[in-house]
């Protein structure tokens, strides 16, 4: 299972919209994931556990280093984008999460 962490500035707005996206994207690929939603400030809780990180810009150049994949998209709550990079992500690094 992957753990997915959507980071925003606030944690309440764009991020737990982006979770539910997230939520419905991994349910019709058939990839299984826990996936949280946080604010910035939140995120160094979540990040050692974390497999894949999706926030924007802005946000991710202030993230430290860590084991994390990083996706970065500048409209969060863009369902088609998201998919997209989430998918290209998850069959360049996570294969095995992949279930056809």
């Known amino acids: 299972m992957l753990n997915i962490l959507c980071i925003c500035g606030n944690g309440m707005g764009t991020s737990t919209i982006m979770k539910v996206n ?3 994207i991994c349910e019709k690929h058939h990839i299984q994931a826990s996936i949280e939603s946080c604010a ?3 995120a160094m809780a979540y990040i ?3 497999d894949l990180i999706i ?3 802005e946000w991710s150049r202030m993230l430290p280093a860590s084991n994390a994949v990083l996706i970065e998209t500048k409209n969060l709550i ?5 998919t ?4 290209e992500a998850i ?10």
């Not at 863009?78 to 998201?82: A, I, S």
């Not at 069959?91 to 056809?100: G, I, S, V």
């Open 22 to 24: 997230l939520k419905n």
């Open 78 to 82: 863009d369902v088609r984008g998201v």
């Open 91 to 100: 069959k360049e690094h996570f294969p095995y999460a992949l279930k056809e």
């Open 84 to 87: 997209e990079s989430l998918l």
């Open 55 to 57: 926030t924007s810009p």
């Open 40 to 42: 910035f400030s939140e």
């Open 48 to 50: 050692a556990t974390t």
